[in-house]
């Protein structure tokens, strides 16, 4: 499949679209006579002439619904009927509905960023969420989002007036909806928890299309299952997000480590020790392609040296680097425009993301390390020191004990379907999957191939289990939302072979 950007595609649909308007099937221009009629035969034509009046547009145009049936990880393809690309909150609801008395299911989708079909709608419909990106500030030190507004509109808009949300992701091109979805982490994370902990209410449209506002004060069950609920009781129509001061800027040092253990100690001493940064961690493969290097970035806010500094064991390979806030919240800005404009964007994406108990993780990194073809695909693994007290929400599941460490393998395949593609995707659910939940760890959901029953039950513990899917009878009783995520709809896993033959359907269209 040509590779094609959500808001690209979004910009050429006038182009050559078969939509409803006014619940009416409609044609632009350029589309010929005979595709018309194709399309008026079809399904998705047949259940046009049934679909309500939206503020927005519901769009069966195949370029659009090709692009709904990737995501981030290019292995999981499911072609959806239609896209509702909507103008009001009234325009999902109406959706909702929709799908409840045509049996069919649906999903919102923000950018796509989630890496194993979790977005995707096999026949169904996806509402993407773009088109309510909203924000307007809520007094001093709050602002309401629409779904679809990016973290780099949210921090453009904050940082304005000093403002930031307390996490902020490393990928600024994600959107609000989808990460309060998945949880949310930053650098910040350690200390501040997800930015699920630091949402003030939600307006959700739930899976039989009521609005409801939600807090910890109101319907706490419902805002409960939906933050880090992976879109399973409600779609997330407006957020209101708590903000702390922005610093003017930042002090950036490095430090590199010859062994993982003085790494993995300095981690944990600095999640203590500074106590108003961000922290993060990397192996980074080195050019030999066989060494990994150990590197901790801090980032303080203040401009005089911390205390932590005396008591660091690792290597300051430069100076200490000063840059504003803002340029640190980009810092991955320019790469991830380069992937847009090389493509790479749209290679592959294995990721694999946990979180383990502190004591399990070295054995993890020695599996890694020195396990002929355990990284493959990888040029980094992050690694990032959380305290789990931080963590306030049921779905956000941290491992047992005070201290966890949540890496990230970054795989990436050259190409969709090739043997080193499978292979990942076999080294995470046959290799990874087993090892983090034998260690009481738990995973990422958006960054972790999909879980069978058993891996759900210690993902979430029976009793966080047990009330996600009391949420999901009570608040979507037709099972309507969100089939792609593998939560409530799937009573097996997925085996692999069913993914080698999803991904060697790769163009199903
Ligand atoms: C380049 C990149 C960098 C990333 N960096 C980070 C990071 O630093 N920290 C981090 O925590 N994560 C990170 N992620 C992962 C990211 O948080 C998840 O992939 C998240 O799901 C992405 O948001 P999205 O807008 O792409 O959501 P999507 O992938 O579109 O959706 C994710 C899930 O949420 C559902 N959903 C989306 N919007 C809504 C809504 N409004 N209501 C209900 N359900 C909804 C979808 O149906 C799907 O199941 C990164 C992802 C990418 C691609």
């Keep these: 499949m040509e590779p094609i950007s959500r808001r690209t595609f979004l910009g050429s649909v006038a182009a050559s679209v078969a939509f409803t308007a ?83 299911k649906l999903s919102m989708r923000g ?55 307390p996490v902020v992701p490393d990928s600024l091109y994600i959107s609000v909806g989808g990460t309060l979805n998945a949880g949310g982490l930053g650098e910040t994370s350690y200390r501040c928890g997800a930015q699920v902990d630091h949402v003030v209410e939600l307006d959700v449209v739930t899976g039989t299309g009521d609005l409801l506002t939600c807090s910890p004060s109101r319907h706490a069950d419902l805002i409960q299952m939906v933050l880090a609920g ?29 062994k993982s253990g003085d790494f993995l100690s300095d981690l944990a001493m600095l999640a203590s020790a500074e106590s108003e940064g961000a922290i993060a ?58 992937t847009l404009a090389s493509g790479a964007r749209f290679l592959p994406h294995v990721y694999m993301h946990f979180f383990l108990p502190a004591g399990q993780t070295p054995a993890m990194v020695d599996y890694l390390m020195n396990t002929p073809g355990a990284t493959l695909g990888a040029d980094e693994i992050a690694v990032f020191p959380m305290i789990n007290a931080n963590f306030k929400q049921t779905l956000q599941r941290m491992p047992v004990g005070s201290l966890s460490y949540h890496m990230r393998i970054y795989r990436v395949a050259a190409q969709e379907g090739s043997p080193d593609h499978l292979r990942m995707l076999e080294l995470n659910q046959k290799e990874c999957l087993p090892r983090i939940f034998a260690s009481e ?39 309507v939302l969100t089939p792609g995520a593998g939560l409530a709809h799937l009573d097996a896993k997925e085996p692999l072979e069913s993914t080698r033959s999803r991904t060697a359907l790769v163009h199903p269209w």
């Design 22 to 104: 006014n619940g009416q099937l409609a044609f632009s221009q350029e589309v010929p006579g005979a595709q018309q009629m194709r399309i008026r035969e079809s399904l998705a034509g047949r259940l046009a002439a049934d679909l309500p009046a939206f503020d927005g547009v519901f769009v069966f145009d195949q370029s659009v619904c090709r692009a709904m049936a990737t995501d981030y990880g290019h292995h999981i393809h499911h072609l959806p009927l239609g896209a509702l690309l909507p103008k009001s909150v009234m325009d999902v609801q109406k959706a909702v509905r929709f799908a409840n008395s045509h049996d069919l």
């Design 441 to 479: 760890g738990t995973v990422y959901l958006p960054f972790s191939p999909l879980l069978d029953s058993s891996q759900r039950l210690r993902q979430f513990g029976q009793s966080a289990w047990n009330r996600l899917m009391a949420a999901k009878a009570t608040y979507d009783p037709r099972g």
């Design 111 to 165: 950018t796509g960023g989630a890496a194993y079909g979790q977005s995707q709608v096999k026949a169904g419909i996806v509402i993407d969420s773009s088109t309510l990106s909203h924000i307007a500030w809520v007094g001093a030190d709050s602002i309401d989002a629409g779904p679809g507004a990016l973290w780099k509109e949210i921090v453009e808009f904050t940082t304005t007036r000093q403002m930031t949300p």
């Design 230 to 258: 992976m879109g399973q009781c409600g779609l997330i129509v407006r957020a209101r997000l708590r903000l702390v001061p922005s610093p003017d800027q930042v002090v950036v040092r490095r430090f590199t480590y010859e």
């Design 281 to 338: 961690g990397d192996f980074n493969l080195e050019s030999d392609g066989k060494t990994w290097t150990p590197v901790i970035t801090i980032t303080s806010i203040r401009s005089r040296e911390p205390a932590w500094l005396s008591q660091i064991t690792g290597k300051q390979t430069q100076a200490a680097i000063t840059q504003s806030f803002v340029e640190y919240l980009n810092r991955n800005t320019e790469e991830y425009m380069a």
